[in-house]
């Protein structure tokens, strides 16, 4: 197993890409902390994944939240191996139309908690020559319209990443960014709400499908979270069936 006695914690961890790098995690020998504003199903996997996982019903919003998602990590199993910053929320508009508050969501949800439990975490990565997994997105690499405040909070995300990758080398912590394309249940609903969408996105993806989450996803997760990328750090991953070529 890839990620025997290993330690992991992943925000958004009760659905879409969350649940599936948690459930690839648990496959590959992991113990995980996933957190979660959705109890109910937080619950479910938690069930499913038994003492593997464990549910923190916690917002990352908040800014106390990261000291005490690591302290819990640490002090339920013992120690922390691996950072999976995947929880964001975001809403769609315009640039023209984009406001205070929509940058506020996005930041709030998405860089500002990733920056935070970063920082809490590191002793833990240092101690253990850990891993950071951060999430891109193809909206802020291709800047999509509509998508203002997503987009500037993603290529945060990436920036910091590179500039912990080149901090943190020297205490074999690496990190690490996954820009994905999954269909996930946000993903499902965006197409239901938005007739042709779909068709668009699978036009400009070479492998016209979309990704799984725990198979596609997770399992490059469970890769950048391995010995086998030990080598690997401050780049960004196009999982997104090659809709997006990086040079």
């Given amino acids: ?18 649940r599936g790098i948690v459930r690839a995690f648990v496959d590959e020998g992991a113990r995980v902390l996933f957190v979660d504003i959705d109890r109910p199903a937080g619950e479910a996997l938690e069930a499913e994944v038994g003492e593997a996982g464990k549910l923190l019903y916690a917002d990352i919003s908040d800014e106390s939240s990261a000291e005490t998602i690591v302290a819990d990590a640490v002090e339920h199993f013992g120690k922390l191996d691996v950072l999976v910053n995947n929880a964001h929320a975001s809403r769609q508009a315009p640039l023209l139309e984009t406001t205070q508050e929509m940058l506020d969501l996005s930041f709030g ?32 690499i291709d800047g999509s319209a509509t998508q203002s ?70 399992r490059v997760a469970v890769f950048l979270a391995s010995e086998d990328a030990s080598y690997m750090t401050g780049q960004t991953l196009m999982v997104d069936g090659g809709t997006i070529t990086l040079r």
């Fill in 1 to 18: 197993m890839r990620l025997a006695d290993k330690v992991a914690i992943v925000t958004g961890g009760a659905g879409g890409i969350g």
């Fill in 109 to 140: 949800t998405g860089f500002y908690p990733t920056f935070r439990l970063m920082k809490a975490a590191h002793a833990q990565l240092a101690a253990n020559k850990g891993s950071v997994i951060n999430f891109a997105s193809g909206a802020g």
């Fill in 149 to 218: 405040s997503y987009a500037a909070a993603k290529e945060a995300i990436r920036a910091i990443s590179r500039v912990a990758a080149n901090e943190w080398a020297a205490e074999d912590i690496n990190v690490n960014v996954i820009s994905p394309l999954a269909l996930t249940e946000g993903v499902e609903a965006y197409i239901a709400a938005n007739p042709g969408v779909e068709e668009a996105l699978l036009a400009k993806t070479p492998m016209h499908r979309f990704g799984d989450p725990q198979a596609d996803i997770g």
